[in-house]
């Protein structure tokens, strides 16, 4: 459904061009930076890596303004869930979204219970004004600042951008809402981020707002052990609000991952769904993806996706950041199909569904790739199911 048609390469800035051989994670500071000048990557490649943000360092005492910014967010177990209304929403946290982008503007989440612009938080979650979202970086109801949000604004517009017969047209589009969590390569670490962003988002759900799944196109190795309970618990806590995560897979050139402390996406939990990605003809793993047959469920097409960047734009941009959201997106079309479905269960049929390739057996726990049509038909047999039990 979406359009990969070809741009000029001309087109396309510098700073989409990685020096880095993708086997080696880019430095952080590097990743972190879409303005960082590369030079030496093949120049008609348009790759971006998956983001790490900064790690956690363990010293630093978190400003208290930021602190204070999230305190008053309630915390899961004593919340209780209020009837979810409107359609499927999916959480991008990224860098943030350009939610003025003509192809994202109407497939924009809205705050009913924020008023726009009044300096104030009117919904008492602790942040000013958050009507599309909030910047966890800045503490702030703008999610349209900080480092990524050009990659922030790519991914959205692979789920939800209009079908409007400009630029491109994503994979839930009219279906899905976009909810942005941006900044998240800015202030505190990732992990510290990470945390804060699903406390938002779990607050939100569980005053009605149908956020169905967190979009996670960012990752990065933790191999210390506090670091990795901290990981788990916050996916728990999203497991918790019945929210689903689709994670991205590294880009290591066709490394393996199975052992590596990968997080979130390597988490063992229901609702975590992990993607690699499949080269622009759908027919073999890309060969910046990595893979791991007992850590990556499933591969979707990554390669040369057209979609959204500020500033009223449109690039073609390659990473397994651009294959995730093709299966967040078909996530929230299955919820649309069934509100009914669980996190989980929606994650099993995604899995289910996929088409067998054989240039998958061994590298991912399905051997296949992401198949919307069958993924959709087994959401539409669900409701006959629940219809016919009833
Ligand atoms: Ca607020
Ligand atoms: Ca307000
Ligand atoms: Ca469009």
Same mark, same amino acid.
């Given at each position: 459904?979406?359009?990969?048609?070809?741009?000029?390469?001309?087109?396309?800035?510098?700073?989409?061009?990685?020096?880095?051989?993708?086997?080696?994670?880019?430095?952080?500071?590097?990743?972190?930076?879409?303005?960082?000048?590369?030079?030496?990557?093949?120049?008609?490649?348009?790759?971006?890596?998956?983001?790490?943000?900064?790690?956690?360092?363990?010293?630093?005492?978190?400003?208290?303004?930021?602190?204070?910014?999230?305190?008053?967010?309630?915390?899961?177990?004593?919340?209780?869930?209020?009837?979810?209304?409107?359609?499927?929403?999916?959480?991008?946290?990224?860098?943030?979204?350009?939610?003025?982008?003509?192809? =994202?503007?109407?497939?924009?989440?809205?705050?009913?219970?924020?008023?726009?612009?009044?300096?104030?938080?009117?919904?008492? /979650?602790?942040?000013?004004?958050?009507?599309?979202?909030?910047?966890?970086?800045?503490?702030?109801?703008?999610?349209?600042?900080?480092?990524?949000?050009?990659?922030?604004?790519?991914?959205?517009?692979?789920?939800?951008?209009?079908?409007?017969?400009? @630029? /491109?047209?994503?994979?839930?589009?009219?279906?899905?809402?976009?909810?942005?969590?941006?900044?998240?390569?800015?202030?505190?670490?990732?992990?510290? /981020?990470?945390?804060?962003?699903?406390?938002?988002?779990?607050? =939100?759900?569980?005053?009605?707002?149908?956020?169905?799944?967190?979009?996670?196109?960012?990752?990065?190795?933790?191999?210390?052990?506090?670091?990795?309970?901290?990981?788990?618990?916050?996916?728990?806590?999203?497991?918790?609000?019945?929210?689903?995560?689709?994670?991205?897979?590294?880009?290591?050139? @066709?490394?393996?991952?199975?052992?590596?402390?990968?997080?979130?996406?390597?988490?063992?939990?229901?609702?975590?769904?992990?993607?690699?990605?499949?080269?622009?003809?759908?027919?073999?793993?890309?060969?910046?993806?990595?893979?791991?047959?007992?850590?990556?469920?499933? &591969?979707?097409?990554?390669?040369?996706? =057209?979609?959204?960047?500020?500033?009223?734009?449109?690039?073609?941009?390659?990473?397994?950041?651009?294959?995730?959201?093709?299966?967040?997106?078909?996530?929230?079309?299955?919820?649309?199909? /069934?509100?009914?479905?669980?996190?989980?269960?929606?994650?099993?049929?995604?899995?289910?569904?996929?088409?067998?390739?054989?240039?998958?057996?061994?590298?991912?726990?399905?051997?296949?790739?992401?198949?919307?049509?069958?993924?959709? &038909?087994?959401?539409?047999?669900?409701?006959?199911?629940?219809?016919?039990?009833?």
């Amino acid at each position: 459904m979406t359009t990969l048609s070809k741009i000029s390469t001309s087109s396309l800035p510098s700073s989409r061009v990685r020096t880095e051989a993708p086997a080696a994670r880019a430095p952080v500071e590097a990743s972190r930076a879409p303005t960082a000048k590369a030079a030496g990557f093949d120049a008609r490649s348009n790759f971006v890596d998956r983001p790490t943000g900064r790690r956690p360092s363990g010293t630093e005492t978190p400003p208290a303004a930021l602190l204070s910014k999230t305190a008053s967010l309630k915390s899961v177990a004593d919340s209780k869930q209020a009837p979810l209304s409107g359609p499927p929403v999916v959480a991008v946290f990224d860098g943030g979204v350009d939610w003025n982008h003509t192809d =994202l503007k109407d497939a924009m989440w809205t705050n009913p219970w924020e008023v726009a612009g009044d300096g104030l938080d009117n919904d008492g /979650n602790g942040i000013e004004d958050d009507i599309h979202g909030f910047n966890v970086g800045f503490g702030s109801g703008d999610p349209m600042r900080g480092e990524g949000t050009d990659h922030g604004t790519h991914v959205a517009g692979i789920i939800a951008a209009a079908d409007n017969g400009q @630029g /491109n047209t994503g994979v839930a589009a009219g279906k899905a809402q976009i909810l942005s969590v941006g900044g998240i390569y800015d202030g505190e670490d990732l992990l510290t /981020n990470f945390e804060r962003s699903v406390d938002y988002v779990v607050d =939100l759900k569980n005053k009605g707002a149908n956020i169905r799944a967190v979009n996670a196109s960012f990752g990065d190795e933790y191999r210390d052990a506090a670091s990795q309970k901290r990981w788990k618990d916050a996916v728990q806590k999203l497991a918790d609000a019945d929210i689903l995560l689709v994670a991205a897979t590294a880009n290591g050139n @066709g490394s393996n991952m199975n052992n590596v402390k990968d997080f979130p996406a390597n988490l063992d939990l229901p609702n975590v769904l992990t993607v690699a990605s499949m080269d622009k003809r759908n027919d073999k793993l890309a060969r910046y993806s990595s893979h791991g047959d007992k850590v990556v469920e499933m &591969a979707a097409v990554g390669e040369d996706v =057209l979609s959204t960047v500020p500033g009223g734009d449109w690039e073609e941009m390659s990473g397994t950041s651009m294959a995730t959201p093709r299966v967040a997106a078909t996530a929230a079309l299955m919820f649309a199909e /069934n509100p009914k479905l669980t996190a989980a269960e929606v994650r099993d049929m995604l899995v289910a569904t996929t088409e067998k390739d054989p240039d998958l057996k061994g590298k991912v726990s399905s051997s296949g790739k992401l198949d919307i049509d069958a993924a959709l &038909a087994a959401a539409r047999a669900s409701v006959g199911r629940v219809a016919q039990a009833a």
